[in-house]
């Protein structure tokens, strides 16, 4: 949390949303922590470092343009992704895992995979690849970046001005908010399994 805090003093508006955008749609971002970041920006926000409207607008943005950028890569570069090597910011596992998601739940991928670390950099790739619609894609991006973005810099600003003394339980908090933000998704994907393993029986 408090190298959180200390990054985003350090980087300033540009900087957060320039992190927004490559943990949105660039095979770098996927090591980037969106989520605590995004937390973090809204709590020091209600603590005067910030302007909320601003942060959440240009995270908002910058989410919506890096999933975007994504899908224009995936376009471009098509079934070549499957065969590129190992590397320090890529791997086939995470491609693999990406790809088992998405087949499974299509569009939807989208939104949920925002709360999904390493999924929601892949995610708008494998939409590219494999051909969706762009004004479906769009549909979906702006969704899950405005449940993500705004959703979790805005939940920062309201706890942090309706909690007295949060900041001193800030670590917890924010991990508590990274499990608890995992959980619609992860509870989707298990009730979707679910229903597979009926239908075989």
Same mark, same amino acid.
């Given at each position: 949390?408090? /190298?959180? =805090?200390?990054?985003?003093?350090?980087?300033?508006?540009?900087?957060?949303?320039?992190?927004?955008?490559? /943990?949105?749609?660039?095979?770098?971002?996927?090591?980037?922590?969106?989520?605590?970041?995004?937390?973090?920006?809204?709590?020091?926000?209600?603590?005067?470092?910030?302007?909320?409207?601003?942060?959440?607008?240009?995270?908002?943005? =910058? =989410?919506?343009?890096?999933?975007?950028?994504?899908?224009?890569?995936?376009?471009?570069?098509?079934?070549?992704?499957?065969?590129?090597?190992?590397?320090?910011?890529?791997?086939? /596992?995470?491609? =693999?895992?990406?790809?088992?998601?998405?087949?499974?739940h299509g569009g939807k991928t989208l939104v949920l995979a925002r709360f999904l670390p390493v999924v929601r950099t892949f995610a708008p790739i494998f939409a590219g690849v494999g051909d969706m619609p762009y004004r479906t894609f769009l549909f979906y991006n702006v969704i899950g970046a405005f449940l993500w973005a705004v959703g979790l810099t805005v939940l920062g600003y309201v706890l942090g001005s309706i909690i007295p003394g949060i900041d001193r339980y800030l670590i917890p908090v924010v991990l508590g908010i990274v499990i608890v933000s995992s959980l619609p998704p992860l509870f989707y994907v298990v009730r979707e399994q679910m229903k597979m393993a009926r239908k075989k029986q």
């Open positions: 949390m408090f /190298e959180a =805090a200390t990054l985003i003093h350090a980087v300033g508006y540009t900087g957060l949303f320039v992190i927004v955008f490559a /943990e949105s749609g660039l095979f770098v971002g996927f090591f980037l922590p969106g989520d605590s970041l995004l937390f973090t920006a809204g709590f020091l926000a209600s603590q005067g470092y910030g302007n909320i409207v601003l942060l959440a607008g240009g995270c908002f943005a =910058a =989410a919506v343009l890096g999933d975007s950028f994504g899908y224009a890569f995936g376009r471009k570069v098509g079934p070549r992704i499957f065969t590129k090597k190992d590397s320090l910011f890529f791997r086939k /596992e995470y491609v =693999a895992r990406t790809q088992a998601f998405y087949d499974r």
